[in-house]
């Protein structure tokens, strides 16, 4: 099968979507398909609307032997978002997905898509809310005739919140469009897969995949090296956090709550790994620095090991996620979880059995949940144990791929 996947980066770009997409066409080529990527030059988000000293050369390679086709974002000018705002307002669904202020827009990737020669027998496009890319994936998919698949990785955001921003941002009418024009919508929970029902789209076209984890990726750090670096005691419990660094993943929810948590608790320490987004330098820029927090920037894979050793459990009260990857990795190290009751993260963590779900918001069950974790270890090795039972039983890739594999290859276009 030749199959062409649209993703709005890819590696060496960092992002969970980015990292999915690469390991799904490994693993597509591992079974005799030809995969190619159609991408931006980004490495960072802010090169979607601005051009940027470290982007990667536009033009196509051979990476790991999946093809790779990279074209520079459009529009990248003073006063883009203002202009761009005023158009989108136009009641054109196809309009409105090429013409989003902040996401990426590429006219020769459009452009491409209309007319290109390779043949392809499969367009698989990735991650909301980047309309511009998967339009493109879409009319490359009309161009040939041949099946449409999304991967949304749908945010839903605060259940209890009827104007939850990032919902709405999410399933906006041009993004619906898309979803409904799938011939197959493949999602990661059930909650995921409801809403997306409930948007329109026919139950017998959405595929529950779910995502995996490596153990061998994620674990094997030196625990006793990695806190004699970070300067930690022995009498210590560190709080980990692995995200962009940002309102919307809970890092400032996180440590409001660890400062007060600390007023009673002062052996509790925060260390933040993933990088800094607009939101949070605005707030550190009030709050920091501080003693009891520890920041690593954006980390390889060695130091990803050495993360989840280190900590004592793992905290992302994230308002924009459709899974949570980062829980599992957590679970595979053997530490409990807390995280919001917000998206697909309600069916991902088992309240009380492997971590805690807190109501989004709720500073006070935040703070409850920290300070019982951390002054009870027996509970932490109980739910750590009970996460990385439930890894090696439900949550391997090998799994998840393959029905990936078998939605690709097998789509009927509609």
């Not at 493949?186 to 984890?213: C, Y």
């Not at 308002?319 to 998206?343: M, T």
């Amino acid at each position: 099968m030749r199959i062409a996947q649209f993703v709005h980066r890819y590696p060496p770009a960092l992002g969970g979507a980015e990292a999915w997409v690469y390991r799904l066409s490994k693993y597509l080529v591992a079974q005799g398909d030809e995969v190619t990527i159609w991408t931006t030059t980004a490495r960072e988000l802010n090169s979607f609307t601005r051009r940027t000293a470290n982007e990667l050369p536009a033009g196509n390679t051979l990476e790991d032997e999946i093809n790779v086709r990279r074209f520079a974002p459009s529009l990248r000018w003073p006063g883009r978002r203002y202009l761009l705002k005023a158009a989108s307002l136009v009641p054109i669904r196809r309009w409105q997905a090429m013409t989003q202020p902040w996401g990426p827009i590429s006219l020769d990737m459009w452009k491409v898509a209309g007319h290109d020669a390779s043949e392809v027998d499969v367009v698989h496009a990735v991650a909301f809310p980047f309309g511009a890319i998967i339009q493109s994936a879409h009319r490359l998919a009309r161009n040939w005739e041949v099946p449409f698949v999304v991967t949304p990785f749908l945010h839903l955001g605060d259940p209890n919140d009827r104007n939850d921003p990032i919902r709405r941002a999410y399933t906006a009418p041009h993004l619906t469009r898309l979803l409904k024009l799938a011939d197959r919508v493949i999602v990661q929970t059930p909650t995921e897969s409801e809403a997306i029902a409930q948007l329109g789209v026919a139950r017998e076209r959405i595929v529950l995949q779910g995502l995996g984890v490596d153990s061998a990726e994620c674990t094997g750090g030196d625990r006793e090296a990695v806190r004699a670096r970070w300067g930690v005691n022995a009498d210590e419990v560190v709080v980990g956090h692995l995200a962009n660094q940002s309102e919307e993943k809970g890092t400032i929810d996180l440590l409001l709550a660890v400062a007060d948590a600390r007023r009673n608790a002062p052996f509790i320490r925060v260390v933040l790994a993933g990088p800094r987004m607009p939101s949070f330098d605005r707030f550190w820029s009030r709050f920091g620095p501080v003693d009891w927090v520890t920041q690593l920037g954006p980390i390889d894979d060695a130091t990803r090991r050495d993360f989840f050793a280190a900590i004592d459990l793992f905290t992302m009260p994230s308002r924009s996620d459709s899974f949570g990857l980062v829980f599992l990795e957590a679970w595979a190290n053997g530490k409990p979880v807390i995280g919001y009751r917000a998206g697909g993260v309600v069916d991902v963590i088992r309240h009380e059995h492997d971590g805690m779900l807190v109501r989004c918001g709720d500073a006070a069950a935040l703070i409850a949940a920290i300070v019982r974790l951390s002054t009870d270890a027996a509970l932490r090795n109980t739910w750590g144990t009970s996460g990385r039972e439930r890894v090696a039983a439900e949550f391997q890739w090998d799994d998840k791929l393959r029905i990936a594999h078998r939605t690709l290859t097998v789509c009927p276009s509609s």
